[in-house]
């Protein structure tokens, strides 16, 4: 049993306040942020996900244990955030078409800012296009695409072929992530990688 159970507990039981008042508990009693992301709230909405594809939890639930994780993340987020770091390099990210998964992408922007990048966050059900004009605004060093659906991971695919047609992957690497993806699929889709967590991602990103 982890450490932090009685938080994932919490998580799971969609008790948003409780999520709030633990992990301040947590926070003051010196432990470190990012054990409380990776040992207590990620391994709740884990067991959630468990839940629902079991038939056990529906999606307000879902949607509930989604919103206390994120009420324990804010909490957390400014104590991670980089104090006038030189910029590490810039990001843009975001969660593809159809799909509005969010919880896993704003992690790993937490994490980059973290680290010292500049982070252009497009949000979720984020069309084709929009990647597009994104990458000749802001010039990133790279694009980050989140899918958390089987069925729109293809969308993955369809940014990476723009990217292409629009002749805009030299000087970009493409990082895609998410629970049905893989390394794999990256190298099918002619991406540059694959990212399993918020950890691994920032460390691609270096
Ligand atoms: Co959804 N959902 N959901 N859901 N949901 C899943 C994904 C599912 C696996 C649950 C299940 O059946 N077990 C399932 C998908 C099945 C499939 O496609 N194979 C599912 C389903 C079916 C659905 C709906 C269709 C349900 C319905 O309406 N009938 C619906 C779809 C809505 C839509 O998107 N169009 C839906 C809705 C929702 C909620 C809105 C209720 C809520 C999302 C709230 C939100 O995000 N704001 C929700 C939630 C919470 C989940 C689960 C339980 C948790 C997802 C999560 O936040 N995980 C999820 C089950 C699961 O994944 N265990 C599930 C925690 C998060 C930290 O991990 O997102 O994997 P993750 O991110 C990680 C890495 O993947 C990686 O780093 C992150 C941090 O470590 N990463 C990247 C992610 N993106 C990256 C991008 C990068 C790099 C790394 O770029 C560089």
Same mark, same amino acid.
């Given at each position: 049993?982890?450490?932090?159970q009685?938080?994932?507990?919490?998580? /799971?039981?969609?008790d948003?306040?409780?999520?709030?008042?633990m992990?301040?508990?947590?926070?003051d009693?010196?432990?470190e942020?990012? +054990?409380? /992301?990776n040992?207590?709230l $990620?391994p709740? /909405?884990?067991?959630? %996900?468990?839940?629902?594809?079991?038939?056990?939890?529906?999606?307000?639930e879902? &949607?509930?244990s989604?919103?206390a994780m994120?009420g324990? *993340?804010?909490?957390?987020? =400014?104590?991670?955030?980089?104090?006038?770091?030189p910029?590490? %390099?810039?990001?843009? $990210?975001?969660?593809?078409?159809g799909?509005?998964?969010? $919880?896993?992408?704003?992690?790993?922007?937490m &994490?980059?800012?973290?680290?010292?990048?500049?982070?252009?966050?497009? %949000?979720?059900?984020? =069309?084709?296009?929009?990647f597009?004009q994104?990458?000749?605004?802001?010039?990133?060093?790279?694009v980050?695409?989140?899918?958390?659906?089987t069925?729109?991971? =293809?969308? &993955?695919?369809?940014? *990476?072929? +723009?990217?292409?047609?629009?002749?805009l992957?030299?000087?970009?690497?493409i990082?895609i %992530?998410?629970?049905?993806?893989?390394?794999?699929? +990256?190298?099918e /889709?002619?991406?540059?990688g694959y990212?399993?967590?918020?950890?691994?991602?920032?460390?691609?990103?270096?």
């Amino acid at each position: 049993m982890s450490k932090y159970q009685e938080l994932a507990d919490v998580v /799971i039981k969609g008790d948003i306040p409780k999520v709030k008042e633990m992990t301040q508990k947590l926070i003051d009693a010196g432990e470190e942020p990012l +054990a409380l /992301i990776n040992e207590g709230l $990620i391994p709740g /909405i884990n067991e959630v %996900g468990v839940r629902f594809k079991e038939g056990e939890l529906f999606v307000p639930e879902m &949607m509930r244990s989604a919103q206390a994780m994120k009420g324990g *993340v804010e909490l957390l987020k =400014p104590l991670m955030a980089a104090e006038s770091m030189p910029t590490a %390099g810039k990001v843009v $990210i975001g969660t593809v078409k159809g799909d509005l998964h969010d $919880i896993g992408k704003n992690l790993v922007i937490m &994490m980059l800012e973290s680290s010292g990048f500049s982070v252009v966050d497009l %949000g979720v059900d984020v =069309p084709v296009d929009k990647f597009v004009q994104a990458v000749k605004e802001h010039s990133p060093q790279v694009v980050g695409l989140s899918a958390l659906l089987t069925t729109t991971m =293809p969308e &993955m695919k369809n940014v *990476v072929t +723009a990217l292409d047609r629009e002749n805009l992957r030299a000087g970009v690497k493409i990082l895609i %992530g998410g629970a049905p993806v893989s390394s794999e699929y +990256a190298d099918e /889709i002619g991406a540059d990688g694959y990212a399993a967590d918020a950890v691994v991602a920032t460390d691609m990103c270096k």
